[in-house]
């Protein structure tokens, strides 16, 4: 079975940034990190979980509007690590974070939170 940690939210004020980090671990051999779409979701309060960016097994890149030319997806396929760099936050990109392969689901992990406080 294959785990997703995701690591590095916290409280930042607005205009700053942070950079989440997402490991894949475990039964690696079931899921071929790097042959496999990743993307960042994001779910806050009281509304449905939604996708933020995503970056495709050649490195090709989409983002939700809402984030474009703010946040930055990669990935590093030796470490099984998506990251998204988050610049410019805004008060509403406060949520809980979470990664995911869109080719490949799996099971959800814990997520990180950000909050952004204006």
């Known amino acids: 079975q294959v785990q997703l940690v995701e690591s590095g939210g916290g409280l930042v004020q607005a205009g700053g940034s942070l950079r989440l980090s997402c490991a894949a671990s475990?039964?690696?051999?079931?899921?071929?990190?790097?042959?496999?779409?990743m993307a960042w979701y994001r779910q806050a309060p009281g509304k449905q979980r939604e996708l933020v960016a995503a970056?495709?097994?050649?490195?090709?890149?989409n983002y939700a509007d809402s984030v474009k030319g703010r946040f930055t997806i990669s990935r590093d396929n030796g470490k099984n690590t998506v990251y998204l760099q988050m610049n410019s936050l805004k008060p509403e990109d406060t949520a809980v974070y979470y990664c995911?392969?869109?080719?490949?689901?799996?099971?959800w992990g814990q997520g990180t939170q950000v909050t952004v406080s204006s």
């Open positions: 475990g039964s690696i051999f079931s899921f071929r990190f790097s042959i496999n779409a």
């Open positions: 995911n392969s869109p080719s490949t689901p799996l099971a």
């Open positions: 970056i495709a097994r050649g490195g090709t890149t």
